[in-house]
Nanobody
Framework: QVQLVESGGGLVQAGGSLRLTCAAS????????MGWFRQAPGKERNLVASITWSGGITSYADSVKGRFTISRDKAKNMVYLQMNSLEPEDTAVYYCATGIIGYNFWGQGTQVTVSP
């Protein structure tokens, strides 16, 4: 059974940084894509960044390009989201997700709050 556990959320002032961590377990992820999504209150859940587990190919939403960096550590089965220059608009619950074609497995989410 795939398990994804996020950590690293919290309260930060605008302009600050946070690093989210997703601990993945339950299978070999070599054919999987890992993604970070976020959902603000009253809004849809949107993909923020993704990375292929095998080749490390990344993709970002326009709203976070140049500020967020996704990475993975194959040895530790960890996925990270480094978030810099945070803005109040980045406030949301952030979810780690994985799958081969779509995203079939989800973590429980971690809250990120950015104060003005």
């Amino acid at each position: 059974q795939v398990q994804l556990v996020e950590s690293g959320g919290g309260l930060v002032q605008a302009g600050g940084s946070l690093r989210l961590t997703c601990a993945a377990s339950g299978r070999t992820f070599s054919n999987y894509r890992m993604g970070w999504f976020r959902q603000a209150p009253g809004k849809e859940r949107n993909l923020v960044a993704s990375i292929t587990w095998s080749g490390g190919i990344t993709s970002y939403a326009d709203s976070v390009k140049g500020r967020f960096t996704i990475s993975r550590d194959k040895a530790k089965n960890m996925v990270y989201l480094q978030m810099n220059s945070l803005e109040p608009e980045d406030t949301a619950v952030y979810y780690c997700a994985t799958g081969i074609i779509g995203y079939n497995f989800w973590g429980q989410g971690t809250q990120v709050t950015v104060s003005p």
